[in-house]
C-alpha cells in the first residue's frame, strides 16, 4: 500500500516522502512544482486555484510531466485552496498528466476515489469516477 500525505502546502514534502501520494491544498503553480520535484511523490494533487493568467494555476501538470512525475489538479469551486482535507474529500479532478492518467487519475473523478484506489493498488483500468 502506498503512503498518503495530506499536505497543507507542497512545502511540506521532503525526500523522505519519495514516492507517496501527496495531496495538497497548494496552487499547481511553477513555484508548487519544484517541491514536487524535489520530494517525487507517486503523484500530487494540487488546486488549480481559478487557473490564472496564462494557466499560471496549472503549470505544475507540465513540469512534473517532463520530469516523469504524476499530477492532477483539483477545481478552486470543488475544494478550497490551501486546505489539503477539502481537495481529499471535495475535489474534484479537472486536469491530469499523462503520468496520472496512466495510473488511472481521470478528469471528473473525485479525488478521494483516486487516491484510495491508487493507494490500494487498484489496477488503472478499474479505477472510475
Avoid: W
Wanted: hydrophobic share 50%.
Amino acid at each position: 500500500m502506498t503512503s498518503l500525505r495530506v499536505v497543507d502546502s507542497i512545502t511540506e514534502l521532503t525526500s523522505h516522502d519519495a514516492g507517496c501520494i501527496a495531496v495538497s491544498g497548494s496552487h499547481g503553480g511553477r513555484s508548487a512544482a519544484h517541491y514536487a520535484i524535489a520530494a517525487r511523490p507517486l503523484l500530487s494533487v494540487f488546486n488549480d486555484a481559478g487557473i490564472g493568467k496564462d494557466g499560471a494555476g496549472i503549470a505544475a501538470l507540465a513540469l512534473l510531466q517532463a520530469e516523469g512525475l504524476a499530477a492532477a489538479i483539483v477545481g478552486h469551486d470543488s475544494a478550497r485552496i490551501g486546505e489539503a482535507a477539502s481537495t481529499l474529500h471535495d475535489g474534484v479532478i479537472c486536469h491530469a498528466n499523462a503520468a496520472a492518467q496512466a495510473l488511472g487519475v481521470a478528469v471528473g473523478q473525485s479525488c478521494d476515489a483516486a487516491v484510495r484506489r491508487l493507494a490500494a493498488g487498484t489496477p488503472p483500468a478499474t479505477i472510475g469516477a
